[in-house]
């Protein structure tokens, strides 16, 4: 059984206890774990303080620092594949898709290296001629980051880069249901050179962990991606330390087909929002908004594409859907699904688990016209794709947006300028048209309502890991006037 280890102040250390940590595709675990509690957090974000203010980080130019990041970005290329099969054997995600993704996460470390550079001050043209007055920008401080088990090297990716350009120091606490990848990550970190205490890697579970971290109150801010009713915990925490927040939470994404658009390639895309990654993604495609005239039509093709996936082993590069993370995320769609058809859903295809070992679920699609289903309304994270069908433009919005989360839509229409109408009525932070599950380091990332908010990728999320501090330089040799009138 292997065996994993936090990292702290430049040193790989045991927690206070350690957990199993269980292989999704056959239920047995693999992996001992180190359980950090309240005082590993303690000495994690000590670290980072002292880091941030009196190590050998606080002394290197913007440019050194985005040297750092540049050989960390090699270190992930090269150890892509390593990390690929960590990621696979402790979460079920498919080998085929962490082998691209975590290739891919590289280059977000590069976009950041050469973003450090790059964060500039300002000059103020103030309105007293006596007065020199500019903006500096400065790290925010220590960066709590809150990593889920899903894809977490990216969404580790797009805080660790940002902050480390800006300057800030961190703890990052990996997710106990799935941390091997980020813990192995840390490796990379130390291999990089960065000093110590700059970069923490922690896991552990949510009171004696989590909750520990976000009311440190030598933390800044706290940067969260995960669901809603986790989230409510870290926000209230956060009134301890008075951290600011950024949040990147879950959606029920719509995903609207005209009846004008390309029908194959819409599939191929519903297919990749909502089947790829097991659906265990938060901008999963879960509801399709299909024009009613083609709706049988649609319905027939996706049907057999999803009836035609193949499960098996993550680990084999002919996998198209693996298991489930956990035996309770498994539970979670089975009881949903159940209450769905209750209400009135009609099963199109899949519905239940196939026989065997792990936590697998078939590709599901749930027919909710003349229902009003849960399925509709609350978050799968797994296979399950919800249908409405629409007859105008104005009914496919008012289903787009009966929603209370916003995180992503996909939009497939040949007319442009519909598609310039509905782009600017979707209330989510991301818009697809005529493709889905597109991302780049260049773009931002981010929700509207339940899903969230602040974003992360693009220059703004570097700018968000920095404060704005304004210096007023006197320039007359004359003496100060009036000291009880404000200047």
Same mark, same amino acid.
Request: charged share 25%; net charge negative; with cysteine.
């Given at each position: 059984?292997?065996?994993?280890?936090?990292?702290?102040?430049?040193?790989?250390?045991?927690?206070?206890?350690?957990?199993?940590?269980?292989?999704?595709?056959?239920?047995?675990?693999?992996?001992?774990?180190?359980?950090? @509690?309240?005082?590993?957090?303690?000495?994690?974000?000590?670290?980072?303080?002292?880091?941030?203010?009196?190590?050998?980080?606080?002394?290197?130019?913007?440019?050194?620092?985005?040297?750092?990041?540049? =050989?960390?970005?090699?270190?992930?290329?090269?150890?892509?594949?390593?990390?690929?099969?960590?990621?696979?054997?402790?979460? $079920?995600?498919?080998?085929?898709? %962490?082998?691209?993704?975590?290739?891919?996460?590289?280059?977000?470390?590069?976009?950041?290296?050469?973003?450090?550079?790059?964060?500039?001050?300002?000059?103020?043209?103030?309105?007293?001629?006596?007065?020199?007055?500019?903006?500096?920008? /400065?790290?925010?401080?220590?960066?709590?980051?809150?990593?889920?088990?899903?894809?977490?090297?990216?969404?580790?990716?797009?805080?660790?880069?940002?902050?480390?350009?800006?300057?800030?120091?961190?703890?990052?606490? +990996?997710?106990?249901?799935?941390?091997?990848?980020?813990?192995?990550?840390?490796?990379? #970190?130390?291999?990089? $050179?960065?000093?110590?205490?700059?970069?923490?890697?922690? %896991?552990?579970?949510?009171?004696?962990?989590?909750?520990?971290?976000?009311?440190?109150?030598?933390?800044?801010?706290?940067?969260? %991606?995960?669901?809603?009713?986790?989230?409510?915990?870290?926000?209230?925490?956060?009134?301890?330390?008075?951290?600011?927040?950024?949040?990147?939470?879950?959606?029920?994404?719509?995903?609207?087909?005209?009846?004008?658009?390309?029908?194959?390639?819409?599939?191929?895309?519903?297919? +990749?929002?909502?089947? +790829?990654?097991?659906?265990?993604?938060?901008?999963?495609?879960?509801?399709?908004?299909?024009?009613?005239?083609?709706?049988?039509?649609?319905?027939?093709?996706?049907?057999?594409?999803?009836?035609?996936?193949?499960?098996?082993?993550?680990?084999?590069?002919?996998?198209?859907?693996?298991?489930? +993370?956990?035996?309770?995320?498994?539970?979670?769609?089975?009881?949903?699904?159940?209450?769905?058809?209750?209400?009135?859903?009609?099963?199109?295809?899949?519905?239940?688990?196939?026989?065997?070992?792990?936590?697998?679920? =078939?590709?599901?699609?749930?027919?909710?016209? $003349?229902? #009003?289903?849960?399925?509709?309304?609350? /978050?799968?994270?797994?296979?399950?794709?919800?249908?409405?069908?629409?007859?105008?433009?104005?009914?496919?919005?008012?289903?787009?947006?009966?929603?209370?989360?916003?995180?992503?839509? $996909?939009?497939?229409?040949?007319?442009?300028?519909?598609?310039?109408?509905?782009?600017?009525?979707?209330?989510?932070?991301?818009?697809?048209?005529?493709?889905? @599950?597109?991302?780049?380091?260049?773009?931002?990332?981010?929700?509207?309502?339940?899903?969230?908010?602040?974003?992360?990728?693009?220059?703004?999320?570097?700018?968000?890991?920095?404060?704005?501090?304004?210096?007023?330089?006197?320039?007359?040799?004359?003496?100060?006037?009036?000291?009880?009138?404000?200047?």
């Amino acid at each position: 059984m292997q065996r994993f280890q936090c990292y702290i102040d430049g040193e790989f250390a045991d927690g206070e206890a350690r957990f199993e940590s269980v292989d999704p595709a056959t239920g047995a675990a693999w992996a001992e774990m180190p359980e950090a @509690r309240e005082a590993d957090v303690d000495r994690a974000v000590e670290a980072a303080h002292r880091a941030l203010y009196a190590g050998p980080w606080a002394k290197l130019t913007a440019t050194q620092r985005g040297k750092l990041l540049y =050989r960390l970005a090699d270190l992930v290329a090269e150890n892509a594949q390593k990390l690929a099969e960590l990621e696979t054997r402790d979460t $079920g995600k498919i080998i085929r898709e %962490t082998s691209a993704q975590i290739a891919y996460v590289a280059e977000y470390y590069r976009y950041y290296a050469g973003i450090a550079d790059k964060i500039e001050g300002s000059y103020l043209p103030i309105d007293k001629p006596d007065m020199d007055v500019w903006l500096r920008r /400065e790290p925010i401080g220590v960066v709590a980051m809150v990593v889920p088990w899903n894809s977490q090297l990216f969404l580790s990716a797009v805080k660790i880069g940002p902050a480390l350009a800006a300057g800030c120091t961190m703890v990052v606490k +990996a997710s106990e249901d799935g941390p091997a990848p980020l813990l192995e990550f840390a490796r990379l #970190v130390h291999e990089a $050179g960065f000093p110590a205490g700059v970069v923490n890697i922690i %896991t552990g579970f949510g009171p004696s962990c989590g909750a520990a971290l976000s009311r440190h109150p030598k933390v800044d801010h706290i940067a969260f %991606t995960g669901g809603p009713d986790t989230a409510r915990h870290v926000v209230r925490n956060s009134a301890e330390n008075l951290a600011s927040t950024s949040l990147e939470l879950g959606g029920k994404s719509p995903f609207i087909v005209f009846a004008d658009a390309d029908l194959e390639s819409a599939v191929n895309a519903q297919v +990749a929002g909502i089947f +790829a990654a097991t659906g265990q993604s938060c901008v999963a495609g879960s509801r399709l908004i299909v024009e009613e005239s083609v709706k049988d039509r649609f319905l027939e093709i996706l049907r057999a594409k999803a009836e035609a996936i193949r499960i098996g082993s993550p680990l084999d590069m002919a996998t198209e859907v693996g298991p489930l +993370a956990t035996r309770r995320q498994r539970d979670h769609i089975e009881t949903l699904v159940e209450r769905s058809l209750a209400a009135g859903a009609r099963l199109v295809t899949g519905g239940s688990a196939p026989e065997g070992a792990g936590y697998y679920y =078939r590709p599901t699609i749930l027919d909710c016209d $003349g229902s #009003v289903s849960p399925s509709l309304e609350e /978050e799968f994270f797994g296979p399950v794709l919800s249908v409405l069908s629409f007859e105008t433009e104005a009914q496919a919005l008012a289903l787009a947006n009966n929603t209370r989360y916003g995180l992503a839509a $996909g939009l497939f229409t040949r007319d442009l300028t519909r598609a310039h109408r509905l782009m600017k009525g979707i209330r989510s932070g991301i818009v697809w048209v005529n493709t889905y @599950r597109a991302v780049s380091p260049i773009a931002p990332f981010g929700g509207f309502g339940l899903s969230g908010h602040g974003r992360e990728g693009g220059m703004a999320a570097a700018l968000d890991y920095t404060r704005t501090k304004t210096v007023w330089l006197r320039t007359s040799d004359e003496p100060i006037p009036d000291p009880f009138v404000m200047r």
